[in-house]
């Protein structure tokens, strides 16, 4: 990862300052800590060691050039001790944190930490939650996760290279100004080529289609009222087989309590209801250097499809089109040609972006951020860990999020609502009974 931002990661930053966007990384540690303040130093001398921790983010005056990430000192107010209570006691907690983003200026990430909670999945007593808050800038789902497991393990970080004072940021940016416009120009026509490419391919069915657009629904909404955030936590087993994915079987779990607590609400449940996922490009397909490196796919959820085993096909062939149509050049190429933009036009796009208009259709009626975080050796004070969530942010179109996150044998579905938007626990219920209904129908 290099000091200064690339167009994506630094597009993700100021588009931050309008639409709160932290990502918050929940790891549940089995048994209480005997000395938080102990443990809290010792996670900030940890961080010292992590190379992509322990940096803030500067950015070049003028917008003259991209921000850049320079070193900074990780300080003990880094992490703040909480008091404990019941398992929804601190997940309220975390909701409630969605109202403070930090600020990659003076610290990118911070960490919470619940040492005493009572009654969380998988522990036979009390438990400690540690949850790591940290700006999108930083990385997407996969890289951040990688950092956190970094922050507590002794794995290594991909370190982030901080060597340009902001002086000769600011002459940087003006000498490259006139071979970025070059550059923009020559891959805007590649870029150009390239769509054509796409287009004639998609005609001659190459490669799959575009999704279609589609009609809002009551949860196409913006967050009002108090946030909530739930979790069902379960055995990975009960969404895996040997023909389906994990993120499948929660795509149809998804499809199915989305559509059950519309028609509940005597809504109707339109035949394109789609979810768009995060897809990770992959290692050898990236073709910028973006921490972000991920496509946003409209993936269909097929709720007409009665039989659940039929649906978990057709929503896997809907995930497999999108990326299929995600691997054609033309998108590579479209990414180089983002990169060569100056930052001074990136911030301007960002700043006058009006975000307040409601769109008249959608991509996806709810967002699905799908990450496996590991094997479950990551341990607290000694203390093993036994589960691990994630919690999408909210946005002005989608009004409900849900996360998949596992980490050994369990994984969590959680979501993110408001009271404005849906009531939290009857949405839970039907997620819940969700999971139940796709197991018996996978197995």
Known sequence: MTGRLTATDARMYWLSRRLPSDQFLLYAFDGVLDDPDAVATALVRRARAVGGLSVRLRETRWTADYPYWVPTEVTRDRVRVHAGGTWQDCLDRVAETFGDQVEPRREPWRVHLYPCVHGVPGTTGSATVLVLQIAHALGDGGRVSALARALLSDELSAAVRTVVPAPLAVARGAVELPARVIGMMRRAREAVVADRRRTAD?????????????????????????????????PASDLRTDTVSVTVAALVVVSDAMSRHLASLGEPVPDDLGAEVMIAIPGDSRTTAAANAFHNAGVDLHPSVQDLRARARAIDDSLRDRRRRLEHPAFGVGDRATETVPAVIVRRDVDRA????????????????SVNRGVADLTLSGRPVVLSAGFPALSPTVGVTHGVHGIGDVVTLSIVTSDDVMDADAYTDCLRKAVYRVREALR
């Open 354 to 369: 009006d975000l307040s208009v409601a769109p008249t259709t959608v991509a996806g009626h709810t967002v699905v951020s």
């Open 202 to 234: 998609t005609a001659a069915g190459v490669i799959p289609g575009p999704p279609l657009p589609r009609a809002p629904t009551l949860l196409s909404r913006p967050a009002g009222g108090t946030t909530r955030i739930r979790c069902v936590v379960c």
